[in-house]
């Protein structure tokens, strides 16, 4: 069984959320989710984690995917990559490992 309270501490390590309840909330749907695709024992916390982060940066505004450009006229900042986040990356590289796919280096 995984420890809401070790999930919160691995968002609140990523993230600059720090309402409390809403954190439960989080941690809780992200261990609901992580066990629904498959985590189990120590990789449930880790994975629960990193999607708790993704759930937690989007919430806060603070997505590690935005991107600013500064021109001599005018500045711009925009979230790329759809939404996605280095938190959810890492979570679909889990999941990926966990349901057999594996990262492969082919040299030419």
């Known amino acids: 069984m995984v420890d ?3 999930v919160i501490k691995r968002i609140k390590r990523n993230t600059k959320l720090d309402d409390e309840e809403l954190l439960t909330e989080i ?3 992200a261990i609901d989710n992580s066990t629904a695709d498959g985590f189990t024992g120590s990789k449930l916390e880790i994975a629960a984690g990193w999607l708790g982060s993704h759930y937690a940066s989007l919430i806060s505004g603070a997505n ?3 991107k600013k450009q500064t021109l001599a006229v005018m500045s711009v900042e925009y979230q790329s990559n759809d939404g ?3 938190y ?3 979570y679909e590289r889990m999941r990926d490992l ?6 492969q280096v082919e040299f030419i």
């Open 4 to 6: 809401v309270q070790n």
């Open 27 to 29: 941690a809780q749907d």
């Open 64 to 66: 590690s995917n935005v």
């Open 84 to 86: 996605s986040s280095t």
């Open 88 to 90: 959810l990356v890492e």
């Open 98 to 103: 966990l349901n057999g796919e594996s990262n």
